[in-house]
């Protein structure tokens, strides 16, 4: 029997150009619909809902928008809404390839067989990867939602054993995660390339708190930075030096 191909992921949004999604890059983003994470600070809250009853946009046309400003970009973002639901990723990942332009997969780690299928496949340049709170029951607060958390160390692994670019994004709840916690997830992360420190949606709990938790943990990664100030880096190849942005 000929196995039909997945449908692709439903495509709720096409910004065509970023500059923060690719930090460094410019670069389009396609968000998929669907996240099976309700994270109390969530920013994309109209993606988190599996089915959008305003349709979604058709692949043809976010894929002929991508070719016609392809000479502008460097890559595409894909995001969510958490894009390793959907079995149509890998797909929508190669015709984006087809195009000529790199991708990068944000994921927040809760499905590690899709996410290390996409990265063994070769054929996404960049992941990022968010985490929230050490992997206890604090996870689940902070996700708003059951969590597998052999699941998310699990992608952790995955990243930090595969070749390539990695990003690691550890938004800061302070209302759920303290100090100490920020702290052990960075340690958990040891031998990371990359981890950004982002504070909450209403700005807490300030860059000196961010700062703190960088001094404490950054040695144990190769670069942290706090999201929007890459120049301060406090990980292990920058550790107390401030680059000149
Ligand atoms: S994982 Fe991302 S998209 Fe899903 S609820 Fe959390 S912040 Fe929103």
């Not at 890059?25 to 109390?40: E, M, S």
Request: net charge positive; proline share 9%; with cysteine.
């Amino acid at each position: 029997m000929v196995r039909r191909p997945p449908p692709p992921p439903p495509l709720r949004g096409l910004e065509s150009v970023s500059l923060t999604a690719w930090e460094g890059r410019v670069a389009a983003v396609l968000q998929l619909q669907g996240c099976n994470f309700k994270c109390p600070a969530c920013v994309v809250p109209h993606l988190v809902p599996q089915v959008f009853e305003g349709g979604t946009i058709p692949l043809e046309s976010a894929l002929d928008t991508l070719y016609r400003r392809r000479r502008w970009l460097d890559g595409v973002v894909i995001a969510g809404g958490e894009p390793t639901l959907h079995e149509g990723l890998r797909d929508l990942v190669r015709v984006v390839r087809e195009l000529g332009l790199r991708v990068r997969l944000h994921t927040n780690g809760s499905n590690p067989d899709a996410l290390r299928a996409v990265v063994e496949s070769g054929e996404v340049s960049s992941v990022a990867m968010t985490i929230r709170a050490p992997l206890d029951p604090t996870y689940a607060v902070a996700v708003g939602a059951r969590v597998r958390l052999a699941a998310v160390y699990e992608s952790v692994e995955i990243l930090l054993r595969a070749p390539g670019e990695h990003e690691f994004r550890v938004p800061w709840l302070p209302q759920v995660v303290e100090t100490e916690q920020m702290v052990s997830v960075i340690r958990m992360l040891a031998g990371a390339r990359r981890v950004v420190l982002e504070p909450a949606p209403d700005g807490s709990p300030g860059r000196r708190a961010l700062q703190q938790v960088g001094r404490t943990a950054g040695a144990y990664v190769d670069s942290c930075v706090l999201a929007g100030r890459p120049a301060q880096d406090f990980g292990a190849r920058g550790r107390s030096r401030s680059v000149p942005s």
